[in-house]
DNA sequence: GCAAGGTC
């Protein structure tokens, strides 16, 4: 079959969403233009092309060298950026089809990118003036229809919103990204391309800030007692129901007291807990899992979900959702997923037990489900990593559907009578498992605890001191962090693991758990000295205000652009004029990067002097921690300053600046 | 070359 002479152009953002609408609207005959598929049919009476994209066709671009640089346009991606020429096909297809079109309509996903990806298409290879938006959020055959039945005009409110928003971050990252690797080719005389970013930036600033929070941390002594006790013929060791303590002495006395008295139990107390079970995935909580699980980073994740999507056996897995709409058969998935070995089972029992409502979770998403198997089995032997994230996705959904746990627990109060002191002796027993069986990756421990009655005594066998220290907060790992940037709420689904890749790439961190390296704190102090706005979440937030401000009209898009040009232009302008006519050491001090001296610890770039020692900025922090925990020590053990620095130079897992301050004052004490 | 956002 050939094309009609007019028709309606439909533009689908990728092949799978045009093949649903063409089913959807009968568009049975397909054809390929130039490699892409296109379908063709007749609906309410008009002849339709259907024709894909694969996401954003177009990209903002410049011909202009050197910064600022605010003098923008879009083109063709495939034309600009490197890596995809794959594009050009799509493009020609959709140039090709556009001049026979006599309206058009985008019938992209139903979000702002979306709206940004059928406008930019339209209004390059169309007319925009014989354009129509439809709206569905699922792709349903029931909703297609309804919405192609009642086509729009075209949203401008989320075309005008999403196209600012391309631009913000384009200049802001475009025009920064410059200057900072001027500046430090400038300093440290090294070619690197680096980048900053709305995303990336304030990333990258949390990793680095957790990493000198950990690298510069004192750790001060706690003291507590461990007591055992035997119950029943076992020995237990009791969880104090008691904070530790600063001061050494007081657990000292706190364990000859308990050496010398008998335990008695205080109380019992059984009570049921009920456990729900999870909701079924969204990405976020799909490559939290996998990580967790199985040790995948969060872009292997995606990776290996894209692959399962490809291949119909799960359904779309950029989506924040973690709900089941209604227009999902759930009994006809199940019904199919009886034929998997070993978790078909499930399916069969949950058929059987009448349970077809899944339990929902908070997360929404305007365009998809939440990620849940589609009921096609695997057709041929899936790998090791992509059988391992299916069988993860199938048994999450099936527990979704299963009735909550029930653990009952069992707490003794343990208590010395004398001086009160009480202990906790604490067991749990599972009553009922439900999804727990089915979602095997989630274990409740078992603790059987012996039948003890109210007053009884329960003889001690060992009380000791313990030494403990305080502990700075882990490193990030890669879904960490990504569960970060989730909560506070920068980046995208789609996005988020590739930015964290990114910051891997330009060398700015390293390692599983994640260290900043030289080039990354040096990024990290150029980017809060000069450009202090995009190292925070905050500029996220005041454009999603902006955007939201224009979506609904009241503000125009130019007048949002205009304002930020005008915040960026000087402070560009002024690291130009300090670029082009100052020295390396005369650039730092006039861009506030120095204090002119050097940092007695590392021989660095100094930022101020304390007790009139110039540091770098990481070793005044570790300086001024190590002077703040000394009073700790003091009133803790008592020990004198050089005893303390002699301590802290032992402890295996001390911060490295702060093991370099330690090392440089108990050099010059001598 | 630099962003972040789609999707293959």
């Known amino acids: 079959m050939s094309l009609p002479k007019r028709y309606v152009l439909v533009i689908a953002e990728k092949p799978r ?8 609207l009968g568009a049975g005959s397909k054809l390929t233009i130039g490699g892409i598929p296109v379908w063709i ?15 954003h066709l177009f990209t903002l671009h410049t011909d202009e060298k ?14 600009y950026e490197p890596g995809s020429k794959h594009l050009a096909k799509f493009y020609d297809a959709l140039r090709r089809l556009s001049p026979n079109a006599e309206h058009y309509i985008n019938a992209c996903d139903y979000d702002i990118e979306g709206s940004v990806i059928g406008y930019n298409i339209i209004r390059h290879l169309g007319d925009v003036t014989r354009a129509s938006r439809v709206k569905f959020s699922a792709l349903t055959k029931e909703d297609i229809r309804k919405a192609f039945e009642d086509p729009q005009p075209l949203d401008w409110g989320n075309i005008e919103s999403g196209l600012a928003r391309h ?11 410059r200057a900072l690797t001027r500046i430090y080719q400038k300093l440290s005389g090294e070619r690197a391309t680096l980048s900053a970013g709305r995303v990336q930036s304030p990333t990258l600033i949390e990793l680095v800030e957790r990493y000198v929070e950990r690298e510069a941390f004192v750790p001060t002594p706690l003291f507590t007692v461990s007591v055992k006790v035997l119950c029943g013929g076992k020995e237990f060791t009791l969880t104090n129901g008691f904070d530790p303590f600063r001061r050494q002495e007081d657990a000292r006395r706190l364990a000859k007291v308990l050496r010398s008295k008998k335990l008695v139990v205080k109380s019992a107390e059984k009570r049921v807990v009920s456990l729900a079970p999870p909701p079924p995935f969204n990405l976020t909580e799909l490559q939290l899992e996998a990580a967790r699980v199985f040790g995948y980073s969060p872009a292997r994740t995606l990776e290996i979900a894209e692959e399962l999507y490809l291949r119909s056996l799960i359904s779309y897995p950029r989506t924040n959702s973690e709900k089941i709409p209604p227009t999902v058969d759930n009994s006809q998935i199940l019904q199919r997923l009886t034929g998997l070995p070993e978790v078909g089972a499930y399916a069969s029992e949950l058929l059987r037990r009448g349970l077809l409502v899944p339990r929902e979770g908070p997360g929404e998403d305007p365009a998809h489900p939440a990620i849940h198997p589609t009921g096609y089995l695997p057709t041929r032997e899936l790998g090791r990593e992509e059988s391992n994230v299916y069988e993860l996705v199938v048994r999450r959904y099936l527990a979704s559907f299963y009735p909550s746990s029930t653990v009952e627990e069992l707490v003794y109060t343990i208590v010395e009578p004398e001086t009160g002191t009480e202990f906790r002796l604490a067991g749990r027993r599972v009553v009922s498992q439900e999804w727990l069986r089915v979602y095997h990756y989630r274990k409740v421990t078992a603790l059987e605890l012996p039948a003890l009655r109210t007053g009884e005594e329960v003889p001690v066998t060992s009380v000791e001191v313990v030494k403990l220290y305080t502990r700075p907060p882990p490193l990030y790992t890669k879904a960490t962090i990504l569960r970060w940037m989730e909560s506070v709420n920068i980046g995208t689904e789609a996005t988020r693991a590739e930015i964290i890749e990114k910051l891997f790439e330009r060398g700015y961190v390293r390692g599983s758990s994640i260290n900043a390296t030289e080039l990354g704190l040096e990024v990290a102090q150029i980017l809060g000295t000069l450009f202090k706005e995009i190292t925070e979440v905050e500029l996220t937030r005041e454009l999603e205000r902006k955007l939201r401000e224009i979506a609904f009209g009241k503000v125009r898009r130019e007048s949002v652009i205009e304002e930020a040009v005008s915040k960026l232009r000087p402070k560009l302008e002024e690291v130009k004029r300090v670029l082009s006519d100052s020295e390396a050491e005369e650039l730092k001090r006039r861009l506030g990067l120095s204090a002119g001296l050097r940092c007695r610890v590392c021989g660095r770039d100094s930022v101020g002097e304390e007790d009139g020692v110039p540091l770098c900025q990481l070793h005044l922090r570790a300086y001024r921690n190590l002077k703040e925990a000394y009073a700790a020590w003091r009133e803790g053990t008592g020990v004198g300053f050089e005893e303390y620095l002699e301590t802290l130079s032992r402890l295996p897992k001390l911060g490295r600046l702060v093991k370099e301050v330690v090392a440089y004052l108990r050099n010059s004490v001598r």
């Open 167 to 177: 631009v913000l971050d384009w200049i802001w990252g475009i025009n920064v990204s």
């Open 41 to 55: 049919g007749r609906f309410r009476g008009r002849d339709f092309v259907i024709a894909p994209t694969a996401g």
């Open 17 to 24: 969403a045009a093949a649903k609408i063409a089913e959807a």
């Open 66 to 79: 050197g910064f600022p640089v605010f003098n923008y346009s879009w083109g063709p991606r495939w034309v």
